[in-house]
């Protein structure tokens, strides 16, 4: 079974430029989320997708960042402008029912703002 | 709100101790808790999964327990080798949604 895909891997930009990030979940698993991982931090919830439909949504900082989920299968998650205190590991996720069920990761995507 | 702790922050014990991990949560209304480990740049891969319904849960070396009533778990780690050094994490799902709310992990150096 293929896991979860997310790229790129790595990603340096310059303040106030905007940034991309893309991930394909495991087949058939209907709930993808986003989280950031800050240094030294475990891993915060940012958005959670049930199919093409947004479940939570209450930590993205909407002035910058942005996700959607077309056809209920890739999600690509963007942030404009970037700031300083987004550099991060953006981590995706995906598992196949709501709850009770097991999350599995990508390798993520390290992003540095500079 | 769920928070979640994990102690300690890091540990370094010899090669082939066995060793306890600690994870503890304020909302004991939970679904299910997750023991992840994460290698230095690289994603989380899930170790175990407790439901709520279970004490415990085995695989291999790792032995995971939940106490739903004291808002704890433990994953115990027996025959520690280098290979098992990484960074350990739990979580739990927030409140009435299933996104995972994580500790801030507990850094494991085995020593060889």
């Known amino acids: 079974e293929a896991g979860v895909a997310q790229s790129p891997r790595y990603k340096i930009i310059e303040k106030r430029q905007s940034v991309a990030f893309w991930c394909n979940p495991i087949?058939?698993?209907?709930?993808l989320y986003w989280y950031q991982q800050i240094l030294g931090q475990g891993p915060k919830l940012l958005i959670q997708?049930?199919?093409?439909?947004?479940?939570?949504d209450s930590q993205l900082p909407k002035d910058r960042f942005s996700a959607e989920r077309l056809k209920g299968v890739d999600s690509t998650l963007k942030i404009q402008p970037a700031k300083l205190e987004d550099s991060a590991v953006y981590l995706c996720?995906?598992?196949?029912?709501?709850?009770?069920?097991?999350?599995?990761f990508g390798q993520g995507t390290r992003l540095t703002v500079v | 709100k769920q928070e979640v702790t994990q102690i300690p922050a890091a540990l370094s014990v010899p090669e082939g101790e066995n060793l306890v991990l600690n994870c503890s949560f304020t909302?004991?209304?939970?679904?299910?808790l997750q023991w992840f480990r994460q290698d230095p740049g690289k994603g989380l891969t899930s170790l175990l999964l407790?439901?709520?319904?279970?004490r415990e849960q085995t695989s291999g070396r790792l032995n995971a327990s939940l106490d739903k009533s004291s808002g704890r778990s433990t994953l115990y780690i027996a025959a520690s080798q280098p290979g098992d050094s990484a960074t350990y994490l739990c979580?739990?799902?927030?409140?009435?949604?299933?996104?995972?709310?994580f500790g801030k992990g507990t850094h494991l150096i085995i020593q060889p």
């Open positions: 996720a995906s598992s196949q029912f709501p709850a009770n069920t097991e999350a599995f």
């Open positions: 087949s058939g698993h209907a709930t």
């Open positions: 997708f049930q199919n093409n439909g947004v479940v939570d």
């Open positions: 909302d004991s209304a939970i679904y299910n």
């Open positions: 407790i439901q709520s319904s279970q």
């Open positions: 979580a739990l799902p927030r409140g009435g949604a299933d996104g995972l709310t």
